[in-house]
C-alpha cells in the first residue's frame, strides 16, 4: 500500500524533503488553519496526518479518514486531538515535546517582564507621540527581583521557567498535581505549595499545564480572588484553563494588577474588552514561535509521522497501546 501523508501547513520545505521522498504528500500551502471541509475531503484517503494545534482532529475526522494510522501534531499540547477516539481505531498519536521548552519560557518570562514594566503600555505612549516631557512619575512599573513566582504546572515548561526566575533573584514556589519534586527544590530553589496557598501567596503567578478535564477552568472566579490584588497571571499554556470572563472582570475591577496572555478560550476571537483595557497584555499564541524551535518542532513530527508509517515506533507517541 503506497502511504500518503497530509500536511495541514506549508511547514518548511527542507524540513518535509524526508517525506516527499518517501510518501505521497499533499501539503496546504499555506500559513493559515485549514477549512474545516477542505481538511475532511484531503484527509479522506491518507494514511498519515502532520497536523497544528488549531487543527481540531476529532471522530468526524477519523470517521472519513479510514485508512489514517497516525496523526503527528507539531506541538506538545494535545487537547485538540481526541486521543481516546484515535486509540479505539488504532490510530498513533505523536507530539513534540521538549524542543519548544526553552523557547516557550522565553515568552512565558517576556510576557511576565512586559506587564511588570509595562513595556506594552510605553511602547503605545511613544509612538502614539505622548512622550514630550521626562518620565519620572509615569509608567511606574513593578520590579520582579525580590518578588515570588508562583509556578503552576512544574513540567518542562514550568521549570524552565524557574530556572530563569532563579537568575532572576525570584523566590519559586510551585503547584503540580503530582506533588512536591524535592530532587529539583534546591537546584531550582524552589518550593511546593497547594494551590490556593501558592495563588495568595505569589507576586506573579504563571501558567504551565496541559489542558486537560483537571485543569479546564482551574484558574476559577474562586481562584482569581485569592489572589493578591498587586499580583500580575501570566498564561502561556491553554486558554481554557482559565475561566476567561471571570479573568476580564477581575482585571476590569482591578483586583489583580495585570494579566499577560498567549493563550485565550476561542482563539484568534477574543472579548473585545480585552483589546481596550491597559493591564493586560496580549499575544497571538507565539509561545514556541522561534525560526530555531518551529523548525526543531516540524522536524521531529516529519520524524514521527516517517518512522510510524514505516513500521516502527514514533519517537514521542502519546498512546503505545495501539502497538499491542
Ligand atoms: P509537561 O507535561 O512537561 O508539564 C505539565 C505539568 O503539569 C506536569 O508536571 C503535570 O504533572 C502538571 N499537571 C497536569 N495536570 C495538573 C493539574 N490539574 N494541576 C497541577 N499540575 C498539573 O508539559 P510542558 O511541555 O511543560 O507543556 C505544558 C503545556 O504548555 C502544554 O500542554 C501546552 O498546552 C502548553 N504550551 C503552550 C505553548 C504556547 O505556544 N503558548 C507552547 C508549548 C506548550
Known sequence: MTESVLVTNELFEEVLSPLLNRFEVEV?????????ELF???VEDKTGLIAMAADRVDKEIFDVAKPLRVVSTVSVGVDHIDIKAATERGIMITNTPGVLTETTADLAFA???TAARRIGEAERYVRAGKWKIPMYRRLLGTDIHGKTLGIIGFGRIGRAVAKRAAGFGMKIVYYDIAGADETVE???????MLLDELLSTADFVSLHVPLEKSTERLIDRKKLSLMKRSAFLINTSRGRVIDERALIETLKDKRIASAALDVFETEPHLPPELLEMENVVLAPHIGSASHETRKRMAELAVENCTLALEGKKP???LNPEVLK
Open 111 to 113: 510576557l511576565m517582564m
Open 315 to 317: 519517537r514521542y507517541l
Open 28 to 36: 496546504f500551502q499555506q500559513d493559515k488553519p485549514m477549512p474545516r
Open 186 to 192: 534546591s537546584d531550582l530553589n524552589s518550593r511546593f
Open 40 to 42: 475532511k475531503q484531503k
